[in-house]
């Protein structure tokens, strides 16, 4: 079981199968070195929050997490306790509530020595998972949680004794006190907004049911605003939550349609992705949102954007606009929030969904993203109208292919675009004068991926030829 428990281990966070790789014991051994790691590093006295996602395991393993860290003499443990909008049904079966990732975030932010999210993100349902993050809200380094879990899975035996009690009233107080400083510091924003719109919100019947919407239900004053999936239920009942797949937003478009609405938008799963869709029914890629926030944070905060290497360059072109740098850096979290510090960035985008801001110091709160697309839309007719300002080149859909020559695919990438300039930062990243391309192997999958971006459509699926018949060769 050992080697199934390391696979779990990502770049930034815990995924695995319940029950194959994420179990009561390994939940326990976890709490059980963090116990230890953190008394020493920290202090005895050190304060945890932990809030949940939907997923029904989290109810199942959680309490084995905490009974390692009591175990270990950390007593200190909060929890987003978030039950608005839950029947009497759903409270009983989430007992410590439902809060999505952003949330947890802003609570935890200065007030708690360590995080820890309960999600899997947009993973099937069948995954559970762990996002540990510190004070500053910065991720807990895979490195390290695999370190001390091997450390300590040797040194003793797994306990099956019963979960201890919990004080689930501890820092109660606090958490509420919080919660209406965030709601004040988006209604403090949203307020400064004109134009009324109909909107749907598709929550995925996720993470995003209980903050989220309520904060969205404060707003229906002002807009029509629609919610559909807006209920708890883990096993993904309407539809995966993956923004950055298309077929997830089926029902979306449809109701858009529908309901003849200004746009439409949805949550992941934990909710620090946000996907949006036009009155027309089109969905729009996450990159051209990136472009319209960094036009509105421009206005107001003097720094640099940073993106992924899949996203357009259109995101460049708005920041050299405000004559300041839009910098292409590695995919993940983890891996840009010391690079958004050292190269002065005030947003980071990603052609996934995640948008993350300097003005509430790196994390992901797509309610802060919707306020600058909403900003930004007062300004056009309609949203396709916003979307097709920004859309100035031909970009491929990220095209992803099952394939055990990932390594060869990336050399014979190379050899084809020599005469180019290249980069690796992520992948393979090839820039000429009319055409930049993207390809990329996956780490944890049997897949290559790769996007093409050019000035006209002829060269873009020039470029995308010759990639796929290296792929199909």
Known sequence: ?????????????????????????????????????????????????????????????????????????????????????????????????????????????????????????????????????DKKVWLLPSSLLKEQ?????????????????????????????????????????????????????????????????????????????????????????????????????AQLVEKVKEEKADFGIMFDGDVDRIGFVTNEGEVVNCDIITSIIANQVLKNHKGNIVFDAMSSKSIADVAEKYGVKGIRYKTGRFFISEKVDQENGVLWGEVSGHYMFKEIWWYELPLLALYYVLVELEDFENFTKMVQNYTKYFKTPITSYKTERKNEILEEIKKEFWKFEQTYLDGISVFGNDFWCNVRASNNEPKIRYVVEAETEAKRDEISQKIESIINH
């Not at 270990?72 to 039950?83: K, R």
């Open 1 to 133: 079981m050992f080697e199934n428990y390391l696979k779990c281990f990502k770049a930034y966070d815990i995924r695995g199968i319940s029950h194959e790789e994420i179990d009561e014991k390994f939940m326990y051994l976890m709490g059980k070195w963090m116990g230890k790691y953190f008394k020493e590093t920290i202090g005895e006295q050190m304060k945890m929050l932990i809030g949940c996602d939907v997923r029904e395991a989290n109810t199942q393993y959680l309490p084995h997490f905490l009974r390692g860290l009591h175990e270990e003499g950390i007593m200190n443990i909060a929890f987003s306790q978030c039950f608005w909008n839950l029947s009497e049904e759903e409270k009983k079966k989430y007992p410590y509530g439902i809060c999505s990732t952003g949330t947890t975030y802003f609570l935890g932010q200065n007030d708690f020595d360590i995080g820890l999210e309960m999600t899997a993100s947009h993973n099937p349902k069948e995954y559970m998972g762990m996002k540990f993050f």
């Open 149 to 249: 879990f091997e450390k300590v899975y040797f040194e003793g035996e797994y306990k099956s004794d019963d979960p201890l009690e919990i004080d689930m009233n501890y820092e109660q107080d606090l958490i509420q006190g919080k919660l209406e400083k965030l709601f004040q510091f988006l209604q403090e924003k949203y307020q400064t907004l004109h134009k009324k719109y109909k909107i749907i919100v598709d929550f995925s019947t996720w993470a995003g049911i209980t903050v989220e919407k309520s904060f969205l239900k404060t707003l229906q004053e002002h807009h029509e605003i629609i919610f559909i999936n807006d209920y708890a239920d883990g096993t993904f009942s309407a539809h995966e939550s993956d923004t950055s797949d298309r077929k997830n937003y």
